[in-house]
């Protein structure tokens, strides 16, 4: 089993920046992929950024050039800054992990809410 944790989610004014963290616990295995997901209300949930085990990266459209993830595989950690935020970043923000040796198996936090708001 693996427990993910977010935090760092709040109120933040539209053009400013937040970091969310998220530590894992339990069973972490590599090679693995951890990343970010977000669902705003009455949207699907959506990939926002992932980070493989040796420094792999992709993003999502709407955070190219705006968020940059980042991991600590010493702390079994994945972070994401995020910059320049926008009304439509509102949205709870969810930590994952995936073995990829067990591709079909993901692990989720309880998410931590972003509100872009003046």
């Known amino acids: 089993q693996v427990q993910l944790v977010e935090s760092g989610g709040g109120l933040v004014q539209p053009g400013g920046s937040r970091k969310l963290s998220c530590e894992a616990s339990g069973s972490i295995f590599s090679p693995n992929v951890m990343g970010w997901y977000r669902q705003a209300p009455g949207r699907e949930r959506e990939l926002v950024a992932a980070s493989y085990t040796g420094g792999v990266t992709n993003y999502a459209d709407s955070a190219k050039g705006r968020f940059i993830i980042t991991r600590d595989d010493v702390y079994q950690s994945v972070y994401l800054d995020m910059n320049n935020l926008k009304a439509e970043d509102t949205a709870v923000y969810y930590c994952?992990?995936?073995?990829?040796?067990?591709?079909?198996?993901?692990?989720w936090g309880k998410g931590t809410r972003v509100t872009v708001s003046s």
């Open positions: 994952s992990y995936t073995h990829l040796a067990q591709p079909g198996m993901t692990y």
